[in-house]
């Protein structure tokens, strides 16, 4: 764990933390705490100034401070231990404007929503359509998926095509129309699911149980495994969060 102090201002680590200019406090601390976290090269774990730091460099009352990494916490970028201070926990999606996140949140939940009706009942016809072929590309997509999390990925590419692999074996043109008509607003979820801490080998671990369930030819209990898979899936920070009317009203000292 590394503490990333503030050096003087000028520095390329620090030109992050000039004050602050517009009113919009949440969005602009949450936006040069971002252009601090890549400037310093921070990494997950790494510790941020102090509270009373920060502050003072971006010319904000520490209420403004602590109430962004309130929000921050509620979406999973920082971890605030009391008595020690407030440390990176992701760097994927940090930085995006509020604006950007809140779009994000009230699509999410149709997006997952329709994944679990095409999904489930993919795995379903999976299991009862499944060949030597289907089998074989499901085991490669999740050695992908394997690589990538071991290379310190989010295994993102091997989830892709795991799945689609799935989609191919359920032999329904009309399903395989629908999810593939999804696929960026799928892939925005599956981002945002697996970049949860420790998410990526319980995902891979849950794929697992699915092949070997749609390789058994039971389809009830791929259909299962799918939706229960799914519903972890749906487990994020950012559905998590609620907003409230305070995250971007103007506290300056």
């Known amino acids: 764990m590394r503490l ?15 004050p602050l200019e517009r009113s919009r406090i949440y969005e602009d601390v949450g936006e040069r705490l971002a252009e601090f976290v890549g400037e310093a090269r921070m990494a997950p774990g ?17 209420t403004s401070v602590r109430q962004s990494f309130v ?15 407030m440390f990176l926990r992701r760097t994927r999606g940090f930085g995006e404007s509020l604006t950007k996140l809140l779009e994000r949140r009230r699509r999410l939940p149709d997006v997952l929503d329709a994944r679990e009706a095409l999904e489930v009942k993919l795995a379903e016809l999976a299991a009862g359509h499944r060949g030597d072929d289907d089998i074989k590309s499901m085991k490669a997509a999740l050695a992908q998926m394997e690589a990538e999390i071991n290379a310190g990925g989010l295994g993102i590419e091997g989830d892709a095509a795991f799945h689609h692999s799935i989609a191919l ?15 960026e607003v799928i892939q925005e979820s599956r981002v945002e699911s697996l970049s949860e801490p420790g998410r990526p080998p319980r995902s891979l671990e849950a794929h697992r ?14 259909a299962e495994e799918m939706r229960l898979h799914l519903r972890v899936v749906a487990d994020v920070s950012l559905l998590r969060w609620q907003p409230e009317p305070s995250d971007d009203v103007d506290t300056r000292a």
């Open 4 to 18: 990333i102090n503030s050096a003087p201002m000028g520095s390329p680590s620090t030109a992050a933390l000039r």
């Open 169 to 183: 074996a359920g032999r329904n043109e009309i399903l395989l129309h629908l999810i593939d008509a999804m696929a």
């Open 209 to 222: 149980r699915i092949l070997a369930a749609i390789e058994s030819g039971s389809t009830q209990l791929a």
């Open 46 to 62: 790494d510790q941020f100034p102090t509270e009373r730091e920060l502050a003072h460099k971006l010319h904000v009352s520490r």
């Open 71 to 85: 929000v921050l916490q509620a979406l999973g970028f920082v971890d605030v231990r009391h008595g020690e201070g």
